[in-house]
């Protein structure tokens, strides 16, 4: 969407005793703003229902006319007038007040978002008597309905708290789904009511023989299951999940549950072994065989991606799909609970290793009686549609990841992969991620947009906030994908999506212009399918919230920009080199404001966020240092004694000698005084 931004003369001055007036249906927005205001003028301002003209703030519902930008497949643009638009806002500032008007409650609660990112930072750094608030008027909209963060909280446990947190940045910066994976083979995190050992026993991880009480570790969790011991241990009980539905809910952001099958099911495998074992014991059968997941008597030989060799379900007993049905039915009672809209189920669907179910008995008898399934090629698609069709009668829509959406076309020696015809008018939504530069995957997206299935673009290469920065041996994550800084997001181009391509994972440049010759590009019906996109928070190595919250931001303000805003200037340049300046210099413009105003802002709201900060790029000429930080606005000390820079240390403000020192260090500095990873250079 384009936006539109005038600014006027006279600002408002804020107090605290100014009355917030609301529309009935806006109660909700309305002690939102007072909340986010009150720690800023030290009060919180009243909130009266009824839009009151004489009152200073105003929130109400209207429709908001928005020039809307069309781009086009030559990659030229169209501008279209259209009201209204889902979650469009207009907000007037002047010196008698404040009005912001949305489409919808959630147009006004951006308004609110936009509002909040007016006020000076000084607002943010101590207690105001008044805030003076620019006066402009603006309108916005957002360029695609879907704005996704996935967070992986399956192989390290994050707190109902952290989340909370985590919900709480996507909010500000406009994010609208959260894409919540709670099981897979490490971890089964949430309280399903009549299996208590989904999260006693796939819930905790520890050391163990037999895993009949907990499972075995991973990831570094340790030799202890209690969930105080490691990340590894840990779930929500019904009561957190609802209060996190909630929470997200009046943030307007959608909690989409992951539960991922059949592939990296092995938590619930174990959870549902140790439950059969123990019913079996009280002689009770009927009740053991009820929910079992696993054929005992099945002996497929495969290998997961992660090493597992038993972390698939087994897809041919009913036992299966009861278990399924019992627990999407009570994930589905807990939103109802919440009062909360469940719309969509996320199935993972993703990594099934080959050879699954190959020596099942069960699965022989099954593809023997069966007048759909003719071998162990077609299980996994069978499966598919069973769940869809399961989802469907409870109409919610069917999400996984990219596999459920393709299938392989064998020729002239070489397999490819293309999309499932068969699935694509069953409400299934796929989230596309295996991108990687270079590997010749790059063009799935466009491929299933092409025929007609809804994507979210969830690309490895620009969107997996779970990859490492930089290729520095003491930067955390992994790099099987890519190298994603801070301007990953922001260099991502979604519907002419090559000219993302800067280079493959390990950073060897890729020339655009050549590289993708024979992939496939977007149709205009293509481009009405592509939802949206979704950042990756995968959870291998996000032990505790600090490191959940170092690898999210700043990355996650560049994600939101990108999904938020209209396309950028430079991604319509069809000349490479002059494309790439372009970006160069408008990255520039939103570093400086990464660093100059929304990290200051974001300390200013919550103190204890621990965002990522840069390390200084530095160099030593003719005994001369210079140095600077990626987002201006930062600071940068230094010490020549061979000691950590603290936030007392010297201030780096220009070249500076350094003659006669054996070595250099250096650290970025945030306002609070928290420090960078160090730089040390040799000064000789």
């Known amino acids: ?124 750094q101590e207690e105001q008597v008044s805030i003076d608030v620019p006066a402009v008027t603006m309108s916005d909209a957002p360029r695609f309905p879907y704005r996704g963060l996935h967070l992986d ?152 991606v992660q090493g597992w060799d038993d972390n698939v379900i087994n897809v041919c007993q009913p036992s299966t799909y009861r278990f399924l049905e019992t627990v999407i039915d009570d994930v589905r009672a807990m939103y109802d609970e ?19 179910w190959a020596q099942s008995p069960t699965c022989q008898q099954f593809i023997a009686a069966s007048d759909r399934v003719e071998g162990v090629d077609e299980l996994f698609d069978y499966f598919l549609e069973r769940m869809s069709t399961m989802l469907s009668e409870r109409g919610l829509t069917t999400g996984g990841w990219e596999e459920v959406a393709l299938t392989e076309r064998h020729r002239d020696g070489s397999t490819t992969a293309v999309p499932k015809p068969t699935l694509v008018d069953d409400n299934v939504r796929p989230y596309v991620w295996a991108n990687i530069w270079g590997s010749g995957t790059e063009d799935h997206a466009y491929q299933l947009a092409n025929a007609g299935y809804e994507v979210v673009m969830s690309h490895a290469s620009n969107l997996y906030l779970d ?3 930089n290729k520095h041996p003491q930067e955390g994550g992994f790099y099987w994908a890519n190298f994603i800084d801070n301007a990953g997001p922001f260099n991502f181009v979604p519907l002419d999506l090559y000219k993302s391509a800067q280079e493959d994972q390990m950073g060897h440049p890729i020339d655009p212009e050549t590289a993708f010759e024979g992939a496939v590009r977007l149709t205009e019906a293509g481009r009405r399918n592509i939802l949206g996109l979704q950042g990756q928070l995968w959870g291998e190595t996000l032990q505790g919230a600090d490191r959940m919250e170092y690898m999210a931001v700043p990355r996650l303000i560049s994600l939101a920009e990108r999904a938020w805003a209209s396309q950028p200037h430079w991604a319509a340049v069809e000349d490479a080199v002059e494309r790439d300046r372009q970006r160069q210099r408008a990255w520039a413009e939103f570093a400086n404001r990464l660093g100059q105003q929304e990290l200051p802002r974001l300390t200013g709201i919550d103190p204890a966020w621990t965002y990522r900060l840069p390390v200084p790029g530095a160099v030593i000429e003719d005994g001369q240092l210079r140095a600077n930080t990626a987002l201006p606005g930062l600071i940068v000390r230094y010490t020549t004694n061979g000691s950590v820079p603290t936030a007392q240390s010297t201030l780096y403000t220009g070249p500076v000698s350094v003659r006669g020192a054996e070595v250099v260090k250096l650290r970025t500095f945030d306002a609070q005084g928290r420090g960078s990873r160090v730089a040390t250079l040799p000064a000789k």
């Not at 930008?69 to 030229?76: K, Q, S």
Request: no cysteine; glycine share 8%.
């Open 1 to 124: 969407m384009h936006w539109k931004i005038r600014a006027r003369s006279t600002p408002f001055s804020l107090r605290a005793d100014d009355v917030i007036a609301y529309e009935a249906g806006l109660a909700r927005e309305a002690q939102f703003l007072a909340d986010a205001l009150a720690p800023l003028l030290g009060a919180r301002p009243r909130t009266e229902e009824g839009a009151a003209s004489e009152a200073p703030i105003t929130l109400r519902r209207d429709l908001v006319t928005v020039g809307q930008r069309r781009e086009r497949a030559d990659g030229g643009v169209a501008y279209l007038t259209v009201a209204p638009d889902a979650e469009a806002y207009e907000m007037s500032v002047d010196a008698a007040g404040i009005e912001i008007v949305g489409v919808d409650a959630a147009g006004v609660f951006y308004g609110i978002q936009s509002l909040r990112m007016l006020l000076p930072l000084e607002a943010y």
């Open 153 to 304: 909280v399956s192989r390290n446990f994050q707190t109902k708290d952290a989340v909370k947190r985590l919900l709480d940045v996507m909010a500000l910066y406009k994010l609208n789904t959260f894409h919540f994976h709670l099981t897979d083979d490490e971890g089964w995190r949430l309280a399903i009511d009549g299996l208590p050992e989904l999260t006693e026993i796939g819930g905790r991880r520890g050391h163990t023989t037999d895993e009949r009480e907990h499972l075995v570790p991973s990831y570094g969790s340790g030799p202890d299951p209690a969930p105080s011991a490691s990340h590894g241990s840990g779930w929500y009980t019904r009561a957190d999940f609802i209060e996190i539905l909630q929470y997200a809910h009046e943030r307007h952001i959608e909690v989409i549950p992951e539960v991922d099958v059949p592939g990296h099911a092995r938590a619930a495998i174990v959870a549902m072994k140790e439950r059969h074992r123990r019913l079996m014991a009280e002689g009770r059968p009927e009740a053991a065989n009820r929910y079992r997941l696993h054929d005992p008597d099945d002996r497929s030989a495969y290998r997961s």
């Open 338 to 356: 919440a009062e909360v809209p469940l719309t969509t189920v996320h199935v993972g669907g993703d990594e099934v290793p080959s050879g699954a």
């Open 467 to 469: 990859m490492a920065y």
